[in-house]
């Protein structure tokens, strides 16, 4: 009998990896998606994959319990991937509430309807290292105290300890990946390695100018979310639940990893980059530099893909899709 998943955030970047690495594992995938009235579903991020036709989509709201309660009873997972949430962190300063409701409560309202439906599935929180913000070590892991500094990070904070508490109260296997930054060429292009890959591609198609950041000396572990859905998977194979750090222990300036978008694209950075103060943010995370030793060693797992590979993978898929965009 193949094994079950349910993935809510299924539409996400994280989603649509997680979903195309458990299919190639043989599971079969339920994805949990809002319901919208332009399109029925925003499947763009499977469509890319090529594995739109290969998930059950279930609508679902992370808000809703009573609908998650009876999705989880008539699913009946093995496997449960919390990946939904208001993941942009700029957005949950105009959004607060919104964000506390689906980021922080969401994740008890998915833990409920485990406990209540399918106490014996496996359940992993997407914790986030935003939750260090004011860091207060200069290399972080599993020990490092938090300090958050938004109300994403604050929301994060309370899904990865209600996560900890439901294990510890009810059991359940719960575990969760204090996942570092991590993209692709299917990230969101708000977030600013996309931001910036795409801005370099319209330029270099003639079709901007300019590209316009705020702090580029913001510094950030980043990794491939290929590589991070491997480790979600991986950590759901322990025999017992846990806590893990996933990053990639080298961290680069916003403006480093805008130099190697714009060189590999053969264009001077400094010909179109304008900073913006309206873009830098009430309160900021300067630098976040993960430790992911426990991971290695528990289980294995390190990241395959480095920056430079993956920002030109970026520039070079925002470079096809553009340049297909101004042809039609
Ligand atoms: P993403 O691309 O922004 O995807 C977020 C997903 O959550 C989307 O599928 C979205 O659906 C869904 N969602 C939002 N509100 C929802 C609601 N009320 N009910 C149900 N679904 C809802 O994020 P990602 O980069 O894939 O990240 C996946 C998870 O990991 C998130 O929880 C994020 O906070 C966390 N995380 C990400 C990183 C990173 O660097 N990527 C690092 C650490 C932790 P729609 O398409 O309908 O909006
Ligand atoms: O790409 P970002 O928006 O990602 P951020 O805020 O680090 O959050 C991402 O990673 C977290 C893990 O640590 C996740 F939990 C979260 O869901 C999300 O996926 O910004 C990165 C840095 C920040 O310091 C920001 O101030 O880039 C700086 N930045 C400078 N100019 C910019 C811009 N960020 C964005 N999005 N847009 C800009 O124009």
Redesign the pocket.
């Known amino acids: 009998m193949a094994k079950k998943a349910l993935v809510?955030?299924?539409?996400?970047?994280?989603?649509a990896y997680l979903a195309e690495l458990l299919l190639q594992n043989g599971y079969e995938v339920y994805g949990?998606?809002?319901r919208?009235s332009t399109a029925d579903v925003?499947l763009t991020r499977l469509q890319w994959l090529g594995i739109e036709g290969d998930v059950r989509i279930v609508d679902?709201?992370?808000?809703d319990l009573s609908g998650l309660i009876r999705t989880v009873k008539d699913v009946k997972p093995d496997e449960v991937y919390?990946?939904?949430?208001?993941?942009?962190v700029k957005s949950s300063w105009q959004q607060p509430l919104l964000t506390g409701q689906?980021?922080a409560l969401?994740v008890t309202n998915v833990l409920e309807a485990v406990r209540i439906e399918r106490p014996e599935a496996r359940f992993y929180q997407?914790?986030?290292?935003?939750m260090y913000g004011l860091i207060q070590e200069p290399m972080q892991s599993e020990e490092t105290p938090f300090y958050p500094r938004s109300p994403?990070a604050v929301a994060?904070l309370y899904g990865h300890w209600i996560t900890i508490n439901y294990r510890e109260s009810f059991g359940l296997h719960a575990s969760s990946g204090i996942?570092?930054?991590?993209?692709s060429p299917l990230?969101?292009i708000e977030?600013v390695t996309r931001k910036v890959t795409d801005a370099v591609a319209r330029i270099k198609l003639g079709l901007a100018k300019e590209l316009r950041l705020g702090n580029i000396d913001a510094k950030r572990d980043w990794g491939h979310?290929k590589d991070y859905v491997r480790a979600m998977w991986m950590m759901l194979q322990q025999d017992v639940a846990d806590d893990y750090v996933i990053a990639t222990g080298r961290t680069t300036t916003v403006r480093d990893m805008c130099a190697i978008a714009f060189k590999h694209a053969g264009l001077n950075m400094e010909d179109h980059l304008v900073i913006d103060p309206e873009l830098f943010r009430p309160a900021e995370v300067d630098v976040l530099l993960g430790n992911p030793e426990k991971a290695r060693k528990k289980f294995g797992w390190e990241p395959k893909i480095g920056l430079e590979e993956m920002i030109v993978e970026m520039v070079e898929a925002d470079l096809k899709r553009l340049a297909r965009l101004k042809a039609s």
Do not use: P
């Open positions: 809510t955030g299924i539409t996400g970047q994280d989603g949990l998606a809002r919208s925003n679902g709201d992370l808000l919390n990946l939904g949430a208001q993941s942009f689906v980021t969401g997407a914790s986030s290292s935003e994403y994060k996942l570092f930054n991590h993209e990230r969101g977030f979310s």
